[in-house]
């Protein structure tokens, strides 16, 4: 073998612990970058693969065409899988609904080859149509048409082709235009036609069933249909879709399957997508950036002894070559025992984390979807890891070989270059001699005249420093945009409401639900939603900003939306109690007072023209008790507000009109009234503040509680809110929801007005759930990394100081000194990288808040939990190490020491 | 026959007011085979123009013309070459690599040529070097005796043109100095090797054909003794 590779191999095994730690770095950052490409590459893939299970895996779809187009769609480049249905007619099953404007047809489609492949037909009963004669039903049609069809029965309709009265086709994208609607629309040409239902599907979503679609989808197979082909196809490169969209216009009506184009990498642009964008960049920079410098770090800490034995190397005639080809082979050697470890290290870590979390993302999608997560590797993404891993050991190793190469080899051979001894006066301080003593002096000598050698330790505990904090800022601000774009939890699980006469007794109908649900904490309201005017002195000036941009204020009072809400009497008077403040204030009829909970959910314009969320404050606290007012147009019998007008002399006017049977404005005649007389005023006196109740919407509204019982002395004997609503928390929401439903049916009332609201958030809950493990995972290797980084720059540079060590030893140096000395260079590496990495990471954090704040609005924060534990864990990783390789050292003899050139 | 041309060589070391001249105008020849003593005191430059001959430092003005050939206009990779091939250096303080045996360093020169190791010349050596027992000890467990004439192995084992020693004997009694220097002299007769050593053993610089003696980075005195043997 080379005499070179011989060289390279034994140099490692001599420096066995430093060879060691040097893989320890390569495999954690082999396994961090790992991860971090699978685990969003799996997580990527589960999205995409939830979403062509829920909805199909088509891409393009194209709507309207002849057969003929169709086929030449289906044949256009870069399209993948393709399949049609051809429209067998529309028939008119449920003209009861047509009069309400609702869904009134049954739109039949002819299924072609493949289909199943590109939409999602789920059966919850039945089987797949095999023959013209044979219909598959959507779950919706039984649901809400009032048309009930079972497996088996038999279906007779007259199809026909939807057109207008001027005999033009009506695609599924046109509600049904009734009688009233702007053309008369007709089923043409009907036939009549003879299925049997052999299933039911669960019902396409909207984007394969549009919401506008007047039609009921259902499905048969093999019948020609009457020329209308609806073609849908993926794309063989998924994430070129918005190309290959500007590149083939449409022919007919374009739909693109939203949901998947976005999960193939097309995003709007949107300030999410921003801030996702932003915090995956601010990732792979943490992580590029702490495998890197573990890596670099591990070879250049003994950057002076290697400096050394090239120069030597070359003295006897090494040639670049060869130093470089020796470098190559020694960064080849550990490669090859770090990556392919990192990279099992990787995956496993990252499938075993998958893995725990199922649960969680089995919630996020479907319940009973059959998608799940699991890891998914991605052959070219870890050829890459792998890469990145080479090259960057590569670079590392080739380093001080560069060096060594380019400065004589007597200059190497006396590191001129790397122990750049300053022979400068050094003062030490009179604490340190006198904490410290002549170990003290020796060490702050030691400390400011080679510098270079310190300064691979200070800058490996500031990368830890900085990495750590930042991490923990990354992981805090993410936790708290997924937060703050999906909204907070109101706390509320389950909700209700009642109408009409129902609205009579509401403890009745609350204390039924409770009972049924066995709820933990339940009450009702009524609610509306009011703009409410501010007095400007009122109003807090966070809400002043805001309004100041808004060209639609007035000048004597700012408007605001808000909800005004009549809690039961009980659960206002526990809001008083929980506030400190005395219900007995707010229950006189005569002057009724509110209580205000006085934040807002707001979205403001961001960067890049998205939207961001935040809250704000509306009423400035300081100046409660204060009165806000709103106004509404009066009440007229047997007329409706239209809308405001000027008259000529500049005065505000309303106009009413004649009140039609489903309170619609009917006929010619419209009556105006100036403002001053037709408005009503509402006055509302605000009594205290209370913080963020959980009933509801307040979370994110800004609204005003009056006790129930108030309500006709606020709003005046003749209001009606219409619908009281009721709101209750349940550990076990989805049991707590069944149980009421029974009792509604029991109690001959309509469970359409019950909602899981547990459900809905839960999903959010998880997402939450799901950010903040991934944190902590993030958080460990990146501390992983910087802990490795550390000890091997610490052990490896006292080993480097061996022979100085035991020469020191050797004129009378005992343990104590030792210990002394040790102490003080401990200190300083701590209170140098310190120095340095707390700033570097407040600008971390800053960058990452400003990325935060892209899509979520909040203010700037330092974790300060976590820089404690930096602080805490840098002096405690640089004892620990210090104690350790001293120990190492105590072991050494002190004449074999002197001897060794060898670390 | 002329074979080492120095031209007016200088060194400077820092700058500044740290700044050192090593080396102040040198200039001389030495003739094939010549065996010639450098003394002169501590720090006066004498390892300082060892190296430069040696090519492993650069002058800071001045030239060295060796077998016809302008050292410092090499590049670096004819310059490795001429390293390993025509020169042997032996350092003041040894320079071996740690990792390696006393076998290994000894033919690294011939291993990184990419030759095969000529065993007899290694036993030779070894044997006249009294390391045979000790081939296979790593640096760190030699005496600095030992690892002197391992260097000086080293160096001769390529058979080069020319030989550079720096206090060659400096860490050796009077019997085993003159071994080593009976070594070099013997593989200055053989191969006609030109042997250019520094030295503060008067015994030694006696010895030689010709005498320089340096001071503070000047060449004081130059001397011959006698013709040269080679
Ligand atoms: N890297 C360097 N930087 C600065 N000055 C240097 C450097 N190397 C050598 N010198 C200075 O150059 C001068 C000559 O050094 P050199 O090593 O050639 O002396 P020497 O004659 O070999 O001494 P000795 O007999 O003690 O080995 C000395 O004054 C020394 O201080
Ligand atoms: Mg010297």
């Known amino acids: ?903 | 026959m002329e074979i080492l041309r120095i031209e007016n060589l200088t060194k400077v070391y820092g700058s500044g007011e740290n700044q050192v001249r090593a080396l102040d105008g040198v200039s001389f020849t030495v003739e094939k085979g010549e065996f010639l003593a450098i003394i002169g005191p501590s720090g006066s430059g004498k390892s300082t123009l060892l190296h430069i001959l040696g090519g492993v430092d650069r002058p800071t003005g001045g030239k060295v013309w060796l077998d016809g050939q302008d050292v410092y206009a090499q590049d670096e990779e004819q310059l490795a070459v001429f390293r390993r091939r025509q020169v042997g250096l032996i350092y003041q303080f040894y320079n071996l690599i740690p990792v390696l045996n006393v076998e290994e360093n000894m033919t690294l020169p011939v291993l990184m040529d990419g030759r095969p190791v000529n065993e007899e010349r290694l036993n030779e050596l070894l044997g006249i070097l009294g390391l045979n027992e000790r081939r296979k000890h790593l640096p760190n467990q030699l005496s600095g005796g030992q690892q002197q004439r391992v260097s000086i192995g080293r160096a001769l084992m390529n058979a080069p043109s020319v030989v550079l020693a720096d206090e060659p004997t400096g860490n050796l009694d009077s019997r085993n100095s003159q071994e080593i220097v009976e070594l070099l002299r013997s593989s200055n007769v053989r191969y006609k090797q030109t042997l250019i050593v520094i030295t503060h053993d008067e015994n030694i610089a006696l010895q030689a054909d010709r005498i320089i003696a340096i001071e503070d980075g000047r060449i004081t005195r130059d001397e011959r003794i006698r013709e040269a043997r080679a």
């Open chain 1, 1 to 903: 073998m080379n005499i070179l590779c011989v060289f390279t191999r034994k140099s490692l095994l001599a420096n066995r612990t430093r060879t060691v730690v040097t893989i320890i770095g390569i495999i954690l950052s082999m396994a961090l970058i790992t991860a971090v490409i699978e685990g969003a590459y799996s997580g990527h893939q589960f999205l995409i693969r939830s979403v062509e299970e829920e909805e199909g895996a088509w891409m393009v779809s194209e709507t309207g065409l002849t057969p003929e187009e169709a086929e030449t769609l289906r044949h256009t480049d870069g399209v993948g899988k393709s399949a049609v249905w051809n429209e067998a007619g529309w028939a008119m099953i449920a003209p009861e609904r047509a009069e309400r404007g609702d869904k009134p047809y049954m739109l039949v489609e002819s299924m072609g080859e493949g289909i199943e492949d590109l939409l999602a037909i789920r059966l919850t009963a039945g089987r797949m149509p095999e023959n013209p004669g044979e219909i598959l039903l959507p779950s919706n049609l039984s649901l809400t048409s009032g048309v009930d069809y079972r497996e088996g029965d038999t279906l007779t309709a007259a199809l026909g082709r939807r057109v207008t009265d001027a005999g033009e086709t009506v695609s599924i994208f046109e509600p049904f235009a009734g009688p009233s609607g702007e053309f008369e629309e007709t089923v043409a040409d009907p036939e009549e036609r003879t299925y049997t239902v052999v299933g039911i599907y669960e019902h396409f979503s909207w984007e394969v069933d549009p919401y506008e679609n007047p039609g009921f989808i259902a499905l048969t197979r093999g019948e020609e249909g009457n020329g209308n082909t609806t073609v849908f196809c993926t794309l063989k490169h998924p994430g070129r879709t918005v190309k290959w969209l500007d590149a083939h216009p449409p022919v007919g009506v374009r739909r693109v399957h939203s949901d998947l184009k976005k999960f193939n990498g097309s995003f709007g642009n949107s300030s999410m997508t921003t801030a996702l964008y932003g915090f995956t960049a601010v990732l792979v920079f943490l992580v590029a950036f702490g495998s890197v410098s573990l890596i670099y770090n591990s070879f250049s800490i003994s950057v002076s002894e290697r400096t050394r034995q090239f120069g030597i190397l070359k003295s006897v005639g090494a040639t670049k070559k060869q130093i470089r080809g020796s470098v190559l082979y020694e960064a080849f050697l550990l490669s090859a025992v770090g990556i392919p470890v990192g990279l099992v290290v990787g995956c496993a870590g990252i499938g075993i984390t998958l893995t725990c979390l199922r649960g969680a993302f089995d919630s996020m999608i479907r319940p009973g979807s059959e998608t799940r997560m699991k890891l998914v590797l991605h052959p070219a993404a870890l050829l890459i890891a792998a890469l990145v891993c080479l090259v960057t050991t590569l670079i590392s190793a080739a380093v001080p070989a560069r060096r060594a190469i380019r400065v004589s080899p007597i200059d190497s051979i006396r590191q001129t270059e790397d122990v750049k001894l300053r022979a400068k006066e050094v003062k030490t301080g009179r604490l340190t001699r006198k904490l410290f003593g002549f170990e003290g002096m020796m060490a702050s000598k030691n400390f400011k005249r080679n510098r270079k050698r310190y300064r691979s330790t200070v800058v490996s505990l500031f990368l830890s420093v900085m990495l750590f904090i930042s991490a923990s800022s990354f992981c805090s601000y993410l936790t708290g945009a997924v937060t703050g774009v999906a909204g907070e939890d109101d706390g509320m699980d389950i909700r209700y409401y009642t109408a009409g006469d129902e609205r009579d007794d509401p403890e009745k109908t609350l204390a039924m639900l409770s009972a049924a649900g066995n709820t933990e904490d339940g009450t009702y309201m009524d609610n509306t939603y009011v703009e409410y005017r501010i007095p400007p002195e009122a109003t807090h000036p966070e809400a002043k900003e805001l309004l100041a941009s808004d060209p639609g204020q007035e000048e004597d009072f700012y408007t605001w939306g808000g909800s005004l809400t009549f809690l039961r009497d009980e659960s206002f008077r526990d809001l008083c109690r929980k506030n400190g403040l005395d219900p007995a204030d707010y229950f006189d009829p005569d002057h009724p007072k509110a209580l205000v909970s006085n934040r807002s959910r707001i979205m403001r314009e961001g960067r890049n023209g998205g939207v961001r969320y935040g809250y704000a404050l509306t009423l400035d606290p300081e100046k409660i008790p204060c009165t806000l007012t709103s106004v509404a147009p009066m009440e007229m019998e047997g007329y409706v507000f239209t809308e405001e007008s000027v008259s000529e002399n500049g005065e505000r006017m309303l106009n009413y009109m004649a009140r039609g049977e489903r309170g619609e404005a009917v006929g010619e005649e419209i009556l105006t009234f100036p403002a001053s007389e037709a408005e009503v005023v509402t006055e509302y006196d605000v009594g205290g503040v209370i913080g963020i109740p959980t009933y509801g919407t307040a979370a994110d509204q800004f609204t005003l509680f009056y006790p129930f019982s108030m309500e006709k002395a606020v709003l005046g004997p003749d209001a009606d809110l219409y619908q009281t609503n009721f709101v209750f928390r349940a550990p076990n929401h989805a049991e707590a929801f069944e149980d009421m439903e029974d009792a509604l049916t029991e109690a001959g009332m309509t469970t359409a007005r019950l909602w899981d609201e547990a459900a809905r958030s839960e999903s959010n809950r998880m997402l939450v759930r799901v950010v903040n493990v991934f944190s902590y995972g993030f958080i460990i290797l990146i501390s992983l990394i910087a802990l490795a980084n550390v000890f091997n720059t610490i052990s490896t540079n006292i080993m480097l100081r061996r022979r100085e060590f035991a020469m020191l030893r050797s004129i009378g140096l005992g343990n104590r000194g030792f210990r002394r000395m040790m102490n003080y260079e401990c200190l300083i590496y701590g209170m140098k990288g310190l120095m340095w990495g707390l700033p570097a990471a407040f600008l971390m954090t800053w960058v990452i808040w400003r990325v935060a704040g892209s899509a979520f609005e909040t203010g700037f924060y330092v974790p300060w939990p976590s820089v404690i534990i930096a602080v805490g864990s840098v002096f405690a990783v640089v004892f620990a190490t210090m104690l350790y390789a001293s120990a190492k050292l105590r072991e050494d003899n002190t004449v074999d020491a002197l001897k060794n050139e060898n670390l």
